[in-house]
């Protein structure tokens, strides 16, 4: 299944809108924010956030076949994506005034699978102290 992120990653530059990739991939600091539609950065962004979602949703329950953790990183996930999409409009609605790190690293979390990086172990250290408990 991590496969399947790795497709996600490989071929996104031909199947979702990012105008960003190449302004963070040149010298960002000297150049204007590229143009961009809001509307159609949303949808792919969304997009791409929820193919990476379901891809490490089930690999979270194939890991640890346990419901309760999956509603959790539902409910998680979810809640991450209205308030990181809602940060990064925000930010770039100001034009980047803030800092072009704080985008950078928001667009990161929205268009990469990192939360199933972070996940996984904390579901893991919370299977071994339960385990240890009833022990």
């Known amino acids: 299944m991590f496969f399947l992120l790795v497709l996600?990653?490989?071929?996104a530059s031909d199947l979702f809108?990012?105008?960003?990739?190449?302004?963070?991939?040149?010298?960002?600091l000297q150049e204007s924010i590229p143009?961009?539609?809001?509307?159609?950065?949303?949808i792919d962004m969304s997009f791409r956030y929820f193919?990476?979602?379901?891809?490490?949703?089930?690999?979270i329950y194939v890991a640890f076949n346990d419901y309760e953790f999956l509603k959790f990183s539902v409910k998680?996930?979810?809640i991450a994506f209205v308030f990181l999409a809602f940060a990064?409009?925000?930010i770039l609605k100001g034009e980047l005034r803030q800092g072009y790190l704080f985008a950078f690293y928001i667009r990161r979390f929205l268009?990469?699978?990192?939360?199933?990086?972070?996940?996984?172990?904390?579901?893991?250290?919370?299977?071994?102290?339960?385990n240890k408990l009833i022990v």
Do not use: E, T
């Not at 809108?17 to 960002?28: E, L």
């Not at 143009?35 to 949303?42: A, P, V, Y």
């Open 35 to 42: 143009f961009f539609s809001g509307r159609k950065l949303l």
């Open 111 to 130: 268009i990469h699978p990192i939360f199933v990086l972070i996940l996984l172990p904390a579901f893991y250290y919370k299977k071994i102290m339960s």
């Open 51 to 59: 193919l990476n979602a379901v891809i490490s949703l089930a690999i």
């Open 8 to 11: 996600v990653r490989a071929f």
């Open 17 to 28: 809108y990012d105008p960003f990739i190449a302004y963070f991939k040149n010298d960002f």
């Open 76 to 78: 998680f996930y979810v």
């Open 88 to 90: 990064f409009f925000v």
